[in-house]
Structures are given as structure tokens and as C-alpha cells.
């Protein structure tokens, strides 16, 4: 899919800092650019409520705080590039997440096929337990999505 906003807005702002959200049924990863736009970093992991729009208002308060100029949710697009049930799932809450965050601020959505299997692998390599992962993975995967919508532009180069 890219990084083509799910109807209405700009592909972001191109200045300020992005939020990653990575939109588990359990819990959601959230990772943070640096000002500059280069560089994702896991942030935090939010564990869901039974109410989305508590989810939203908490994704709103973080992005405020930050000042995030810009929101990427991932999308779960199935290996072949369908949308699949829980592709159609996230664009309807990134629906319901652009009426909370309001106009100030773009919600886009970017590709995270295979974005868990990379953090996975990550953990893998630092040798992170097993039983310590529920912690970070959902955190990592969503720095693993920023990272490839921030890489997904051009960037200028000093001569």
C-alpha cells in the first residue's frame, strides 16, 4: 500500500516528528522519529483497552505530548498485497483515529507485512528471552514500519 493516507490529507507534513502505531488486538506498539525524520526508535507499548476510542484518545495524548506532526498506522496487508479482514479492521480505526487526532495532524497508513517477524528476528539476535518479548516486540515491530515509511521518501544531500 505505501504510505497513501486512507482518504483525506497529505502524505504527512514534511517537517515534525512521526508516531509508528502498530494496532495489535492485545496491545499497541508505538515508536517515535526523530525530528529530523531519519531515524524510528521503539517508544512504548499500550496495552488495548475493551474501548477503541480510549485506545485513540491515549495514541492522541502521546502524539500531542511529542508533537507529532504526522501518524503511520500500520497495515496489515496479507503477503499477496490484499486486503485481507484485519487490513479492512485497521483503516476503519484509522478512521475513528483521524476523528480524535483532529486536522492538525496527518494519519497515514503504510505496509507492515512482515514487520513482527522482523522484530522477531531482532530479538533473536539480542538473545532476548522468550518470556521478556511480550514486552517490546509490538514496540519494535512499529519502529521496524516507521522506519520503512521514513525510508519511503527521498531524502535531500548535502554536496
Do not use: C, N
Not at 60 to 88: D, F
Not at 92 to 101: F, S
Amino acid at each position: 500500500m505505501g504510505s497513501a493516507p486512507t482518504g483525506g490529507g497529505s502524505v504527512g507534513a514534511l517537517a515534525g516528528r512521526v508516531l509508528g502505531v502498530d494496532l495489535g488486538s492485545v496491545r499497541i506498539g508505538l515508536a517515535l522519529s526523530d525530528p529530523t525524520r531519519t531515524v524510528a526508535s521503539p517508544y512504548s507499548v499500550l496495552a488495548r483497552s475493551r474501548d477503541h476510542r480510549a485506545d485513540h484518545r491515549a495514541i492522541a495524548k502521546i502524539a500531542g505530548e511529542q508533537e507529532v506532526t504526522t501518524i503511520v498506522v500500520g497495515l496489515p496487508l496479507s503477503l499477496s498485497g490484499a486486503k485481507g479482514p484485519a487490513a479492512r479492521a485497521a483503516i476503519a480505526e484509522i478512521e475513528e483515529l483521524k476523528e480524535v487526532v483532529g486536522a492538525g495532524v496527518d494519519v497515514v497508513a503504510h505496509d507492515e507485512r512482515l514487520t513482527t517477524v522482523t522484530a522477531e528476528r531482532s530479538l533473536d539476535e539480542a538473545r532476548v528471552r522468550r518470556a521478556d518479548r511480550a514486552a517490546v516486540v509490538d514496540k519494535i515491530a512499529a519502529a521496524v514500519m516507521l522506519q520503512s515509511w521514513l525510508e519511503s521518501f527521498p531524502r535531500a544531500t548535502s554536496r
